[in-house]
Structures are given as structure tokens and as C-alpha cells.
């Protein structure tokens, strides 16, 4: 089923497959802008379609900017997980869709904020040991890592260091290196940006990976049992 709508300037191609996967294309000018894959289990009409996305956006520019604003400073995990079962009470209600939180965050994209904190905190570190080395906070940081034997375990610096480890960056802290080309080349200008483009790259792959060591695809011929199984036999 393929619907063609008008909204905000874009034309929006909605194509369903099957009674579950619904793609949503947007084109400007003749151009694909975004897309967008929601795998709801409803069946989507044009309005309920642009409905949906129009919801999508707003919560994720009135709830979930607000909630990644200062993940990076909650020290524990229990704090992490006491604010993943809020923001995932919220999009439940904002969908009206009331199922386990994380085949919803897999249809919509978003990430568990444990993996997002951990790119927050080695976003940080990176704009303290190579973007902006000379600022105070920086230079404080410094000196945090110079003496973390004798600091806390939920010091900044420790939990920097906890990150590395949970994306696999490939390097041992608070070593940076190797840097990808796409960082560290002299075109790119905005190094940051680069880096934490390349953070949200591995955000996705350990997630990706966490989700199918967690439920194995289904290599005998059977048809997946669940809503799990089915999303994971996607990938």
C-alpha cells in the first residue's frame, strides 16, 4: 500500500508492508530528506500516519531533548535506569501504545540511555584532551585523570572511562588514538561534530549487537515468536 500526503512543505510517501512495517519517506524539491521506519502494530490511514510522525517529532523535541540535556552528570546506574523507565513511560502514553519499552525504542530508533550517556561522556572527553585542551574545565579534567587512583569510583573520570569500555572505541583511556580520518583530517573543521558523528555510529552497532546477542536470529527455517524475535529477523 503506497499513500502520497502533503505536509509542511514535503510530500510524504507513506508505504506499508504487510499489516505491521510502515515506511515514510519525506521529498523536497525532488529530493529524499528523510525517512522514517515504524513498525507499529496498527495500520496506518494517511491521518493516523501523519499523526504519528507529527508526534514522533514532538516528543522527541519537547521530552527527549530535555531528558539527554544533563544525562552525563547522573553518576549511578540506578539513577540511568530510574530515568529510562520515565522517558519510556512517556512515549508509551505519547503513542497510546502500552508494550515492553524496547521493541518501541527499536521501531522508532532510539537508543537506551545508558548508550547514550556513554557517548555524551566520551563526546566530553574528547572536546577536553583534543578539542579545546587549554580551557579551565579542561585543565581540571587533566589533573582528575593525572590522580583517579584516588579519586571515587563514580568520578567523572571514572565513568569516562566506563564508556570507552561499553562502545569498544578501540583505544585504552584516555588515550584518543587511533582517530578516524574523517576527524582528525585537516578538511574537516568542526572536529566535535565529526567525533560525535561517529559516536552515534557506534551507539547503533552496540546497540545492534546487545539486541541480537540478546535474541538470536532465527536461522531454522521457523517463523520468530514475538515482537522481539520479529524486529531482530528484520535486521
Not at 579542561?138 to 569510583?153: D, E, H, T
Not at 583505544?171 to 576527524?183: D, F, G, K
Not at 555510529?201 to 515482537?227: I, K, Y
Amino acid at each position: 500500500m503506497i499513500g502520497i500526503f502533503r505536509s509542511a512543505g514535503y510530500y510524504a510517501f507513506h508505504i506499508g508492508i504487510g499489516d505491521s512495517l510502515n515506511v515514510i519517506v519525506f521529498v523536497s524539491n525532488g529530493v529524499v530528506v528523510r525517512g522514517v521506519v515504524i513498525l507499529l502494530n496498527f495500520a496506518f490511514d494517511g491521518t493516523m500516519c501523519m499523526e504519528a510522525l507529527m508526534r514522533l517529532q514532538m516528543w522527541r523535541s519537547c521530552v527527549l531533548t530535555q531528558a539527554l540535556e544533563n544525562l552525563r552528570y547522573l553518576r549511578t546506574k540506578g539513577q540511568v535506569q530510574q530515568w529510562q523507565a520515565v522517558l519510556s513511560l512517556s512515549l508509551k502514553r505519547t503513542f497510546g501504545h502500552f508494550e515492553q519499552p524496547l521493541p518501541m525504542s527499536l521501531d522508532l530508533g532510539i537508543p537506551p540511555l545508558a548508550l547514550q550517556q556513554a557517548k555524551q561522556l566520551c563526546l566530553m572527553h574528547f572536546r577536553y584532551t583534543y578539542g579545546a585542551p587549554s580551557i579551565m574545565l579542561a585543565r581540571l579534567y587533566a589533573l582528575r585523570v593525572a590522580n583517579m587512583m584516588a579519586s571515587p569510583n563514580d568520578g567523572m573520570e571514572h565513568r569516562i572511562q566506563r564508556a570507552y569500555a561499553a562502545l569498544d572505541m578501540g583505544a585504552l583511556y584516555p588515550s584518543l588514538a587511533p582517530l578516524p580520518l574523517s576527524v582528525s583530517g585537516n578538511a574537516t573543521k568542526h572536529k566535535e561534530k565529526a567525533y560525535g558523528r561517529v559516536l552515534k555510529t557506534r551507539v547503533s552497532e552496540v546497540w545492534r549487537q546487545a539486541v541480537l546477542r540478546d535474541s538470536p536470529r532465527v536461522t531454522d527455517g521457523s517463523p520468530p515468536q514475538g515482537r522481539m524475535a520479529a524486529f531482530v529477523n528484520r535486521l
